[in-house]
């Protein structure tokens, strides 16, 4: 038996959506899965030279896991084709955790409930914005009180999201150290009326609203530090054409939604990086409806 589980990128938060928004992206990890006598990791593209690729390997910890919960065990080696930047912002664990727990279910024969995914998953990334993307596709909302409460909503397919990948690693702890644990009730105030907003620019294609409903002041503003001329880099990809720009889940990547003009907005948000001498790349990525997917 030897397959391929293919796991989707995802961009989170969208602005005000913190831990709450999520939208899958047409830019994929492969994991090639086959049983062997012992865990092994092979890894090709990002990370090749810093990802684990013994048993501490995120997709082998997330498969044993699941094995565990089936009461099965049976090694495997896998070879992971990695597309999705580290450390960015753009759901490259997510796709490990995910990959992992399919790659088990095919393996056992066993089906697990979306409650149970998510409950395994979460023991190892305990945010859903990044996680049901992946595992779902398209754009999710969730809600977590013990439970998880999930919609997938239309994204409008003329929408395409540009990713600015600059060279920076921030990982999710380091991010999310820098926010603070209480916030002022008119912060919370502005984030929900922004969430509102941009769920309703986008069910009513008003995209002239977008800019407005990505603003932030629960994460953006305490994270921008750790990112060189964040705020030139959104005002980059507003005047070449974007109707918004926003911090991509934790960062460092970040995102513009546009349905036109594609290239010039990537490039005017770059040349911002490129000036100070940071480099950095960026990819213009439509929506993945489709989510993980087991390819044999």
Known sequence: ??????????TSNLGAGFDALGLALKLYNDFIVEPADFYSAEIKGEGEEEL????????????RSTMEYLGKNQPIKVKQINRIPLGRGL??????????????????????????????????????????????GGFVVAATNGDLTYLKLDWPKELKIIIVVPEL??????????????????????????????LGALQKKDYSLLKEAVKDRIHQPYRC???????????????????AVYLSGAGSCIGAIADKNFDEIGKAMTSVFDALGIESRYMVLDVDENGAEIKE
């Open 1 to 10: 038996m030897k397959f391929t589980v293919s796991v989707p990128a995802s």
């Open 52 to 63: 684990p690729t013994d048993e501490k390997n995120l997709f082998i910890r997330a498969y």
């Open 91 to 136: 759901g490259s664990s997510a796709t490990a955790i995910v990959g992992g727990i399919l790659a088990a279910q095919k393996i056992s024969g066993k089906e697990l409930s979306l409650p149970e995914v998510i409950d395994i998953a979460f023991k190892f990334e305990p945010h859903p914005d990044n996680v049901l993307p992946a595992y779902t």
């Open 169 to 198: 690693f921030l990982s999710t702890e380091e991010s999310r150290s820098v926010l603070p644990e209480t916030y002022p009730r008119k912060d919370v105030i502005f984030n929900i009326q922004r969430v509102a907003l941009l």
């Open 225 to 243: 530090d750790l990112i060189p001329s964040f705020w030139e880099v959104l005002s980059e990809g507003y005047r070449a054409g974007a109707y």
